[in-house]
């Protein structure tokens, strides 16, 4: 068995070699070179190139033909890269990061003179689907038009992962062996103590992480000698339910008659709503309350009020991404398979911005009276959420 395995990652590596060296230079329909001279210039045997050549036909790139040899297919001179995300990005109320990200590996592979194109899904906010919900992009793969795929955001069910694993082109990101993330567990780390740092001894935290945030934030307020208040911290709306940062906080600051000095607030977008019920609830910042937030640079953000943030850096994200299908395409070890980008924590100042109200729509009232009983949420009523909103472009 384990002889098996060998062979077939043996045989993966060299249909990707033989993708990038042998393929790329040639017009489709030319002829390869006969099995034993591709197996003599690889350093293979023979019987490893054929089976580097069938994943090549099944890919889409190669036609066998028996009797006559082994042509480039007429679509390999069209293959491009597949960036995927299963979530719609297009959704207003969506993080710069799920934008930030697929622009910056398109130009990534661009400047590796390789044609890319971003696949949009249609999940909503706490949606998974079975399979891949863009039916071009499952076209397109199924044609072997793709030479490989980067999967930013996927369904989180058995279905996909035997879909991916199904795949016969190389695949990295989200549910596959390669991967890279941003370090969650070591910004919450990097917060708790500078807010430490700055005689913060109350620290509240606002994530989307039901569970694992948590546990993460008590582990590094246990590290920093702090004890954990699980009535200041909220979890439980996904950002981009439409005022859920908004409520969240409140409930955080009528929890009990002693307030939180520190804030961790984990998403870029319940940050947006918390601040306007900072500054509606008239809190001093930072003299009554440090606050560290998640932020993605390269975005456009503006705060009334000092903040320092927690930065993901999207483009070193698609970079790193990149450079590990270009290795997986070039048949080269990926090493590691799970590579981390830190967040770096950047003090900002405050930008004045004018105070306007908005009104959440009806369909979101239902979630927050349906998970806020026994809070105070005086603030629903009538079927609309009232709060007041700080545009971010002032």
């Not at 596959?176 to 910004?187: A, D, F, K």
């Not at 009983?373 to 007041?388: C, K, L, M």
Request: net charge neutral; glycine share 8%.
């Amino acid at each position: 068995m384990a002889a098996g395995h060998r062979q077939q990652a043996l045989a993966e590596r060299v249909a990707n070699d033989c993708q990038a060296r042998l393929l790329q230079p040639r017009r489709a329909g030319g002829r390869l070179a006969p099995v034993r001279e591709l197996a003599a210039e690889l350093g293979v045997s023979v019987p490893t190139v054929r089976a580097a050549q069938r994943l090549l036909a099944d890919r889409g790139l190669l036609q066998i033909r028996h009797g006559s040899g082994v042509y480039v297919a007429g679509a390999a001179a069209k293959n491009w890269i597949g960036i995927y995300t299963a979530f719609d990005v297009f959704q207003p109320r969506t993080s710069s990061f799920h934008t930030l990200v697929p622009y910056a590996l398109r130009n990534y592979f661009s400047n590796h003179a390789i044609d890319a194109e971003i696949y949009v899904g249609r999940s909503a906010a706490g949606e998974y689907d079975q399979q891949p919900p863009n039916p071009r992009f499952l076209a397109d793969v199924a044609a072997g038009r793709l030479s490989g795929v980067v999967f930013l955001t996927a369904p989180t069910s058995d279905g996909w992962e035997e879909w991916v694993a199904g795949l016969h082109i190389p695949a990295v990101g989200d549910h596959t062996t390669y991967q890279v993330n941003t370090g969650y567990e070591e910004m919450i780390r990097q917060a708790v103590r500078h807010l430490g740092r700055h005689g913060r001894r109350r620290i509240a935290m606002l994530s989307y992480a039901p569970g694992t945030g948590q546990n993460l934030l008590q582990k590094a307020l246990a590290e920093a000698g702090l004890p954990l208040h699980r009535e200041w911290v909220r979890h439980d709306f996904h950002p981009m339910l439409s005022g859920s940062g908004w409520e969240e906080f409140r409930e955080i600051w009528d929890a009990r008659r002693e307030k939180p000095d520190g804030l961790l607030v984990t998403d870029d977008v319940l940050f947006d709503e918390a601040r306007i019920a900072i500054q509606e609830l008239g809190i001093r910042v930072p003299e009554q309350l440090r606050i560290v937030t998640h932020a993605n640079k390269g975005a456009v953000r503006r705060y009334p009020f000092p903040v320092t943030e927690a930065q993901c850096d999207p483009e070193r994200y698609a970079e790193a991404l990149g450079a590990m299908l270009l290795k997986r395409l070039r048949g080269k070890p990926v090493e590691p398979p799970v590579r981390f980008v830190p967040f770096e924590m950047v003090e900002t100042a405050a930008v004045a911005a004018p105070i306007t109200h908005y009104i959440v729509p009806h369909e979101v009232e239902g979630a927050f009276a349906g998970q806020t009983a026994g809070a105070q949420n005086s603030h629903i009523s009538g079927g609309r959420v009232e709060a007041p909103v700080v545009p971010v472009n002032g």
